[in-house]
């Protein structure tokens, strides 16, 4: 059986390479992609590849965070990935974060999704590549407003042993975050 393990450095918290300065794209890179995606067969490591796991793109629109700047970031512990997800937008063969919460604690529905007080549908939660449409290849440094974020070619080669392993549209595969110094 597939799953999925996230190895976030304490690190990746630190992401402002000036404390002092507003969040922007100028300032946000520091410590960027340094957490480990894994992804096993039952208990054989079957990739290791560096992803973004904490919210870095926290500014403007995608300042939604209630307790701090990075409270969109999956929490630490249990969720689950919804695979191969209509793009919205995204580049790529795509997956919902699915059944967990953010930092401040605020639930991620079976949309990839958080449904406010007013019922409204807020954010979105995927595993998703750092591709630029712009730059039309992946952008130096990957940028998360709550998603885990790999390299195209990374995915790319999730998505094949996805494949591989029969996983179709729809089908749940568990993840789990853990921190490591």
């Not at 998360?144 to 749940?172: M, Q, R, T, Y």
């Amino acid at each position: 059986m597939l799953n999925i393990v996230i190895e976030r450095k304490k690190s990746s918290y630190d992401y402002k390479i000036n404390e002092k300065a507003e969040s922007s794209f100028s300032n946000n890179w520091n410590h960027n992609s340094e957490d480990w995606f894994v992804l096993f067969d039952d208990k054989a490591e079957i990739m290791r590849v560096r992803c973004q796991s904490v919210a870095n793109y926290n500014w403007g629109e995608y300042a939604t965070a209630d307790t701090c700047e990075y409270g969109d970031t999956i929490h630490e512990g249990y969720f689950k990935v919804k695979c191969f997800v209509e793009p919205r937008g995204f580049h790529g063969e795509i997956h919902g974060i699915v059944e967990t919460k953010d930092i401040d604690g605020q639930w991620i529905g079976r949309d990839s999704m958080q449904t406010t007080k007013d019922g409204f549908q807020n954010g979105r939660w995927l595993i998703h590549d750092r591709f630029s449409k712009k730059l039309g290849k992946d952008s130096n440094y990957a940028w998360s407003a709550g998603c885990i974020i790999l390299s195209e070619l990374d995915l790319k080669a999730f998505n094949s042993l996805l494949k591989v392993f029969e996983v179709k549209p729809g089908d749940i595969i568990s993840g789990e975050i853990v921190e490591v110094d």
